[in-house]
C-alpha cells in the first residue's frame, strides 16, 4: 500500500518561506510521478506543481511559477515543495499525491492515484 505522509507547513508572514516534505513509501513506488495541490478555504482544489518519474520535467500552476521549486530526493524517495516570497492568497493545505500511471505535464490530469493526509500553510499579511 502507497502511503505519503506531509511535513513543514506552518505559519509564515508575507515575503517567507517554507519547505514542504512528502515521504512515499514503499521504496517501490519511488518511480511514481509525483505532484503538490493545495486547497484554501471555499475553493476547488489546485495542482501547485507537478515532477515527472524522471525527475527530470518539472511544471507550475501561474500563480507559483518563479516563487515554488518541487524536487525529489530519490535516493530517500522524498518530495519537497520549497516555496519562497511566499503570499497570503498561497494560504491553504497543501497536499501531496503520487501516481502509478506516472502523469505529469501542465494540466494536473486525474491520474494521481494516492494522497496524502495534507498539511496547513498560513501566510499573514
Known amino acids: 500500500q502507497v502511503q505519503l505522509v506531509e511535513s513543514g507547513g506552518g505559519s509564515v508572514q508575507a515575503g517567507g518561506s517554507l519547505r514542504l516534505s512528502c515521504a512515499l513509501s514503499p521504496p517501490t513506488s519511488r518511480r511514481h510521478s509525483m505532484a503538490w495541490f493545495r486547497q484554501a478555504p471555499g475553493k476547488e482544489r489546485e495542482g501547485v506543481a507537478n515532477?515527472?518519474?524522471?525527475?527530470?520535467?518539472?511544471f507550475y500552476v501561474d500563480s507559483v511559477k518563479g516563487r515554488f521549486t518541487i524536487s525529489k530526493d530519490n535516493a530517500n524517495n522524498t518530495l519537497y515543495l520549497q516555496m519562497n516570497s511566499l503570499k497570503p492568497e498561497d494560504t491553504a493545505m497543501y497536499y501531496c499525491a503520487a501516481g502509478s500511471k506516472r502523469p505529469c505535464g501542465p494540466t494536473f490530469g486525474p491520474d494521481y492515484n494516492y494522497w496524502g493526509q495534507g498539511t496547513q500553510v498560513t501566510v499573514t499579511s
Open positions: 515532477i515527472c518519474s524522471d525527475v527530470t520535467r518539472t
